[in-house]
């Protein structure tokens, strides 16, 4: 990859405008930050300022619990955004205006990139914001792990949004990424825990929120987790990558 590969702003712009122009790539986006805060909501409006332990033995990975529901609309985004370029010839119009595919891969993926992370900052920013209601009980933003949960929100959407997205480059198919990863984050994991004992915790989704925890599990902690999960992004992406270059449009 050389220099000549790099994003530039025009190919920056147009393919903000393509993601802007599809609607079910801007819903799924818009949905990472709704469903996100509702669950928040109703979550913190159903404990409301009750018992001590209502968010469970980690108070912040249960202020975090919507982003459990959130990354599933991040899976979305990243396949939609991606899905559009391999239906009706759209690739080929795309190789028309920016000949480098490098350079149109990481010009698509760097939109994705910053969209899902800004999308998540908002959205942790507004899980605190619904602590409001669990009263004394509640997590602010100065209270220990909170701020580091917020940044890590957003980095954790936003590698989630880039896994589906090498994905749904590799296989061409955002219908058929959406169908496998979504499973795979919510469920896998702790069938891998049971059946492999540790493994669990290097699974991307596990080890990507051990950011929005109190408590470490297993041998990862936070920021080590979160590197695990990039490394799963980076590897979807880098397949991706490849498949772009050498498959026909």
């Known amino acids: 990859m050389t220099a000549a590969s790099l994003p530039t702003v025009p190919v920056l712009h147009s393919e903000w405008i393509k993601i802007r122009s599809a609607r079910a790539a801007l819903g799924s986006l818009i949905a990472v930050l709704l469903t996100t805060a509702a669950i928040t909501l109703l979550v913190a409006g159903a404990l409301g300022a009750g018992q001590e332990d209502a968010l469970g033995d980690d108070r912040l990975a249960g202020a975090f619990y919507g982003i459990n529901f959130?990354?599933?609309?991040?899976?979305?985004?990243?396949?939609?955004?991606?899905?559009?370029?391999?239906?009706?010839?759209?690739?080929?119009?795309?190789?028309?205006?920016v000949p480098n595919r490098s350079r149109l891969y990481l010009s698509k993926s760097a939109v994705v990139a910053v969209l899902a992370f800004l999308i998540g900052e908002i959205?942790?920013?507004?899980?605190?914001?619904?602590?409001?209601?669990?009263?004394?009980?509640?997590l602010g933003i100065g209270d220990p792990g909170v701020l580091r949960a917020v940044f890590g929100s957003g980095v954790y959407l936003m590698l989630i949004a880039l896994l589906s997205a090498g994905l749904t480059a590799l296989v061409?198919?955002?219908?058929?990424?959406?169908?496998?990863?979504?499973?795979?984050?919510?469920i896998l994991p702790?069938?891998?825990?049971?059946?492999?004992?540790?493994?669990?915790?290097?699974?991307p989704d596990r080890a990507g929120q051990l950011v929005m925890r109190m408590e470490a599990e297993g041998s990862l902690g936070p920021w080590s987790g979160l590197g695990v999960a990039a490394l799963w992004s980076l590897a979807a992406l880098g397949a991706g990558w490849l498949a772009m270059r050498r498959r026909a449009a």
Not at 172 to 186: A, K, N, Y
């Open 190 to 203: 702790f069938v891998v825990g049971q059946v492999a004992g540790g493994a669990g915790q290097f699974m």
């Open 70 to 97: 959130g990354q599933v609309a991040a899976v979305a985004f990243g396949a939609t955004a991606f899905a559009g370029e391999f239906r009706d010839g759209a690739l080929r119009v795309s190789l028309t205006a």
């Open 172 to 186: 061409r198919s955002g219908t058929l990424v959406m169908s496998l990863l979504i499973p795979f984050l919510l």
């Open 123 to 138: 959205t942790g920013l507004v899980v605190v914001a619904g602590q409001a209601f669990m009263g004394e009980r509640a």
